[in-house]
């Protein structure tokens, strides 16, 4: 019979005995001597098909599987903010050869993964039909790329896009979402579903195995136009719970982990060997209004909420120091289209005191839901924000709802969304995307435009000479200041906690770019 | 004891259809998959081609009934997020689920019984008080809650063990004891509680009595009679065991099945999610009905009476 005491010696020595076992505590290194760079991830796409995986946990893998023909210099964007930067990838050079036709002119020599030269085949495939077409089963690739009506093979090393109406932004799509090559061997041997699950891209990481919401390892493509990865191996694991993500960091078993929340950055400080690094994301956290209800149906009710927000201290709450405030739907990445003073709405209480007034506020209730485990950070949001109404006399009722879908169920006023830019345009994302007459806003009848916001994006979407696509774009911003069909909260901060030999940025996209030139191990 | 046994497994697949049907109705009824599955900024125009795709734009009646016809001819259904076939996603999943629960199993029979049988005989003694004030603290202590104080402690501090993951056996300790202590508390109340009944029984008296030793008299007289309800604990617990295990899974990066059912409920991945309850349905059945058996071999008088009952 066992004794307590014997039962407790027992579980002591199988802990020994696996501690020997190794946990990987030591900084993990290949044959070749080159690193393994140890990734931990709250979660992973499902799909590493390119068009497949535009979310902010599956955009990491395909960034590391694939190149494009051309790439957005995130550097350098930073280095000299408002100046977009785009650098040559796959394709040394994209010219507009004529108003409805693009030419791209191939790198000679890269290698792909299946030990193929890239070629106009390469291009052909990845533009095929059957990924862009009507009848694509990848939506995302439509939106991008629908209106590409001809991929025409000049040479081996040369390839035409014909497009329906012309794309100004043609070389902002190759260099972003949804234009990573794929070979076309590959692919044509394996098939749509075969290709998914043994992808071939010219990427600095080939796959060597994917276990799907559980972890993808990476080996080194060392044939890479751009030179030998500094990685031997790349193992990406799913940790959802963050606070082991943290700890598995500062105990040496990862070399990055994504996802940590603000109030564990402090944490950091006691350790020499890890850092934090707070990044605001291309990716904004909205509250928008339902017309239909009767609380929110005026333009000033609308406005008088947008003013009631102190922005600041609802961002500061959430993000911690480092957050970002947005200037209406824009990025300085937009260039000669951003306008730093088009600020949206501001904390200002004696407009909103006004407004409400004039709207002739009668202390209505306005039902405010939010869902905490979808949006990181919603929650207290939503708090404080409520708070701040009931200062100014506004009777707020605050709701939690599970999951983004329950959120939109009937019976509220005022509720979150997110909006994103895809590429540094405004038409990639918010006011023709989020807000525009295909929007989700706009399908389910939150947003019924008042004025003639539809028309005037309509007319942007065809406008090419770019005076007239600024007048058209700050047109769209002054409209979206009388209408306030959303108020804009803050840019989504994304945290990454690594260690400090690792040479890397977070972009603020969800890419996870580890290239020779900005991925390194000190 | 055919029909008996008919009769117990027709009773069992009612049971794991009306959980299936439950698991169909409530997941298209608690909000639009789609809007679960792509990011909320995607346009309007993906969604509904998703619809159409996956068969949401028909009505609920004809979806319920494809659905059954699919399930007669063996057919589970395929995930919304790759095309997989379901019942292959969760199959890749339980070995995980069941070396874990495995593990825990044993580690809570190794410590609940004889830490519960410690305290019966020592009833009302230091070594009784000390046993079961551990039992209600390993009981007390949230799974969440214990795990994070050991990847603390093992993980953080003396770098003895792996924070997560799955693979070598380091990485199955710490989730084995945060969730096989939690499960030996449990048992070792139960136990305490049979034995403590046996041991007032008139037989455990005669067989003192006759001078048997005392351990002779435990194995013999005790934990065969103390047995019963201490099995039907265990077989609601080896049901659980499948999907009982999400948030320790989840805190440890463990991909078993519970973690899946984590992820697919919030994709709305609605034929997996469906697959994991079923598998869920038919373990915590199965359980149970090996429980009855178990009780027929082990008591005599219950053999008599089934065997009555189904003749």
């Known amino acids: 019979m066992f004794t307590r005491r014997q039962t407790l010696g027992l579980l002591a020595s199988t802990m020994t005995l696996t501690a020997l076992d190794g946990t990987g505590a030591r900084r993990a290194f290949a044959q070749d001597g080159r690193p393994v760079l140890r990734v931990a991830v709250q979660a992973l796409g499902p799909s590493l098909e390119p068009l497949e995986s535009m979310t902010n946990v599956g955009l990491r893998a395909i960034d590391c599987l694939f190149d494009r ?34 030419e791209m002119t191939l790198r000679p020599g890269v290698r792909l993964h299946d030990g193929t030269t890239l070629s106009a085949e390469d291009v052909l495939a990845t533009f095929g039909p059957d990924r862009i077409g009507p009848d694509s089963p990848y939506p995302d690739g439509k939106i991008l790329f629908g209106h590409v009506t001809e991929v025409e093979k000049v040479d081996d090393m040369t390839v035409r896009l014909h497009t329906r109406q012309e794309d100004v932004v043609m070389r902002h799509r190759l260099a972003g979402y949804g234009p990573w090559i794929i070979g076309a061997k590959a692919y044509r041997e394996l098939g749509p579903e075969g290709f998914k699950a043994q992808p071939v891209g010219a990427g600095p990481y080939k796959l060597k195995e994917f276990v799907r919401d559980t972890r993808i390892v990476f080996a080194s493509h060392d044939d890479y136009w751009m030179g030998a990865p500094a990685a031997a191996e790349v193992v990406i694991s799913v940790v959802p719970e963050v606070a082991t993500r943290v700890a598995g960091l500062i105990s040496g078993e990862y070399d990055i982990v994504t996802n940590v929340l603000p ?18 994301m291309d990716l904004l956290h909205l509250l928008f209004f339902d017309y239909n209800r009767p609380a929110v149906a005026d333009a000033k009710m609308r406005r008088a909420l947008s003013f009631a927000i102190d922005y600041d201290a609802v961002a500061k709450a959430v993000w911690g120091p480092r957050y970002r405030r947005p200037n209406n739907f824009q990025i300085p990445a937009f260039g000669d289209l951003y306008d730093p003073n088009r600020k949206y709405f501001t904390y200002d209480p004696d407009q909103a005191r006004e407004l409400l007034s004039a709207a002739g506020y009668a202390g209505g209730e306005i039902v405010l839901r939010v869902p905490p485990s979808y949006y990181l950070g919603s929650g207290d949001a939503a708090q404080i924000i409520q708070a701040q109404w009931q200062a100014l006399g506004i009777n707020t009722r605050l709701e939690f709802a599970e999951s983004a879908a ?117 | 004891m055919l029909r008996f046994l008919l009769v117990r497994l027709l009773r069992a697949l009612l049971t794991v259809l009306g959980c299936a049907t439950l698991a169909f109705f409530v997941l298209r009824l608690s909000g639009d998959p789609l809007v679960a599955l792509l990011p909320t900024d995607s346009p309007a125009e993906l969604l509904e081609r998703y ?12 979806q319920y009934l494809r659905y059954l016809l699919a399930l007669a001819r063996g057919d589970f259904g395929r995930s919304l997020v790759d095309g997989r076939d379901a019942l292959g996603l969760v ?25 519960g049988t410690v305290a019966a005989l020592r009833r009302g003694r230091p070594s009784d008080y000390l046993t079961m004030s551990a039992a209600i603290f390993g009981y007390a202590m949230p799974n969440f809650f214990l795990g994070l104080l ?162």
């Open chain 2, 150 to 311: 050991l990847i603390l402690l093992f993980a953080m501090q003396l770098r003895l063990l792996p924070s997560s993951g799955y693979g070598t056996p380091a990485h199955l300790v710490m989730p084995a004891i945060t969730l096989g202590t939690a499960v030996a508390a449990k048992l070792a109340r139960f136990v305490r509680t049979s034995v403590l009944d046996v041991l007032g029984q008139p037989y455990v008296r005669t067989a003192h009595g006759k001078r048997l030793g005392s351990l002779a008299v435990i194995v013999r007289h005790v934990f065969p009679n103390a047995a019963i309800p201490v099995i039907t604990f265990l077989g609601f617990e080896l049901g659980l065991m499948i999907g009982g295990a999400v948030v320790t899974e989840n805190v440890f990066g463990w991909p078993g099945i519970g973690q899946l059912l984590v992820v697919s409920v919030a994709r709305r991945d609605l034929a997996v999610v469906q697959t994991v309850v079923m598998v869920i349905a038919v373990s915590v059945v199965s359980a149970n009905l090996a429980v009855d058996l178990a009780y027929g071999w082990i008591d005599p008088r219950v053999r008599v009476a089934g065997g009555r009952h189904a003749g």
């Open chain 1, 406 to 522: 329950q959120q939109m169920q009937p019976g509220a006023d005022v509720r979150m969304i997110s909006s994103s830019f895809r590429y540094p345009d405004p038409l990639s994302g918010g006011v023709i995307v989020h807000l525009g007459r295909n929007s989700y806003l706009q399908k389910h009848k939150f947003f019924i435009p008042r004025t003639d916001y539809n028309e005037v994006c309509d007319q942007f979407a065809a406008a090419t000479a770019p005076e007239e696509r600024k007048r058209l774009f700050w047109r769209l911003l002054d409209l979206l200041e009388e209408e306030a069909p959303v108020t804009i909260l803050y840019a989504v901060n994304e945290i990454v906690g690594k260690r400090t030999k690792v040479n890397w940025t977070q972009y603020p996209l969800y890419y996870m770019d580890l290239r020779p030139d900005v991925f390194s191990f000190a």
């Open chain 2, 51 to 62: 619809r159409v795709l996956w068969g949401l734009d028909r009505p609920l009646p004809e």
């Open chain 1, 263 to 280: 109030d564990q950055v402090p944490q950091f400080a006691g350790y020499a060997d890890v850092e934090a690094e707070t990044v605001p």
């Open chain 2, 91 to 115: 199959i890749e999943r339980a070995g995980a689920t069941l070396q874990l629960g495995g593990t825990v199993f044993a580690l809570a029979i190794l410590i609940g019984v004889p830490a």
């Open chain 1, 69 to 102: 023909p051309l790439r957005r210099n995130f550097v350098e964007e930073e280095r000299h903010p408002g100046k977009p930067a785009i650098d040559p990838q796959l394709a040394t050079s994209v010219t507009q050869v004529s108003p409805l036709v693009w």
